[in-house]
């Protein structure tokens, strides 16, 4: 493979793991456009939005699972955090894929 570039200590770098949700966008963007291609920016904010709405709704669910003194979020707080943070039909339609996906 390719040759790691040495430090000027001697030591290898080590190439840090980005986790990112570009694999399943893609898939997604294959399945519902399968014409359709993303720029490396694109895919970056698309990123970007899905860390975010993943952030609001662990917050919102551990606001409620604090409210409700149980130490465990379960679906329950799942499910009532994405209906208080997402509006109407947005809301149902990502809790019935959600369902599904479980």
């Known amino acids: 493979g390719a040759k790691i570039p040495k430090r000027a200590n001697g030591r290898k770098r080590v190439r840090q793991r980005r986790e990112t949700y570009s694999s399943y966008i893609y898939k997604v963007l294959k399945r519902i456009h399968p014409d359709l291609e993303i720029s490396k920016r694109g895919?970056?904010?698309?990123?970007?939005?899905?860390?975010?709405?993943?952030?609001?709704?662990?917050?919102e669910a551990h606001k409620l699972a604090t409210a409700?003194?149980?130490?465990?979020?379960?679906?329950?707080e799942i499910h009532n955090a994405v209906r208080l943070l997402l509006s109407g039909e947005l809301s149902q339609?990502?809790?019935?894929?959600?369902?599904k996906a479980v």
Do not use: P, Q
């Open 43 to 59: 895919m970056s904010v698309v990123n970007s939005f899905v860390n975010d709405a993943y952030e609001r709704i662990a917050i």
């Open 93 to 99: 339609h990502a809790l019935s894929e959600g369902t």
């Open 68 to 76: 409700h003194k149980v130490a465990t979020l379960s679906s329950w």
